[in-house]
């Protein structure tokens, strides 16, 4: 059974700091990985999107990947009380997996950005 | 403004009723999907479709069914034999059918009374 595996949280921040927030997999063939925000009662929106090893940046957003250690972060900088949603971590499993590319889905972490 | 329509946003409905959820896009999109959303729970694929007249059945799929007449409309109905229907169903799509980059419609909230 392929897993994506998020700390619940909440993970709580102060206003203006940086919001780390991890995911591991099982699937050491998976291609490609997503971050997703979900506000509360909405519905999740793509914010990060990562393919190779490294770091990715867009504003504040820098996802990191590292394929060796199975794991992607999402580093989220200068945070802000409108940051706080459940972020969802979602993989792409192996192409050979003898699936059809249905995305795995982490169950999220809660961030809180305190003003 | 492109994007993916789902209506309605609130359904009430009595046990044993079927329910058809809409979902429709104009994202020229081939790929479109129907999750369900518990709390505790995370996503959960019902169907997905690659392309017109063509579907296929997620992970739980038993009591659901889903028809894709056209590339823009992806319609979800819940039947009598979805045991615990309450929930919350997102509808979502992309360009491709590679399932990474989803965009996700508003979802709808059904209530089983």
């Known amino acids: 059974q392929k897993e994506v595996e998020q700390n619940s949280g909440p993970l709580s921040v102060p206003e203006g700091a940086i919001a780390s927030l991890n995911c591991t997999y099982s699937?050491?063939?998976?291609?490609?990985f997503f971050w997703y925000r979900q506000y509360s009662g909405k519905s999740p929106e793509l914010i990060m999107s990562?393919?190779s090893n490294g770091d990715k940046e867009d504003g504040r957003f820098t996802a990191q990947l590292n394929k060796a250690s199975q794991y992607v972060s999402l580093l989220i900088r200068d945070s802000q009380p409108s940051d706080s949603a459940t972020y969802l971590c979602?993989?792409?499993?192996?192409?050979?997996?003898?699936?059809?590319?249905?995305?795995?889905w982490g169950l999220g972490t809660s961030l809180a950005v305190n003003p | 403004d492109g994007g993916i329509t789902q209506s309605p946003k609130y359904l009430f409905r009595k046990e044993g009723q079927n329910v058809t959820l809409s979902c429709e896009q104009n994202?020229?999109?081939?790929?479109m999907y129907w999750y369900r959303q518990d709390p505790g729970q995370g996503l959960r694929l019902i169907y997905y479709?690659?392309?017109?007249?063509?579907?296929q059945k997620g992970d739980i799929a038993e009591g659901y069914s889903v028809s894709r007449e056209k590339k823009e409309s992806f319609p979800l109905t819940v039947t009598s034999a979805q045991k615990n229907p309450t929930a919350f169903y997102l509808c979502a799509s992309s360009i491709t059918g590679g399932g990474g980059e989803l965009f996700f419609g508003e979802g709808s909230r059904l209530t089983v009374l």
């Open positions: 979602a993989v792409n499993p192996s192409l050979n997996a003898g699936n059809n590319r249905k995305l795995i």
């Open positions: 994202l020229n999109h081939d790929a």
């Open positions: 990562i393919y």
């Open positions: 479709s690659q392309i017109v007249n063509d579907f």
């Open positions: 699937d050491r063939g998976s291609q490609s």
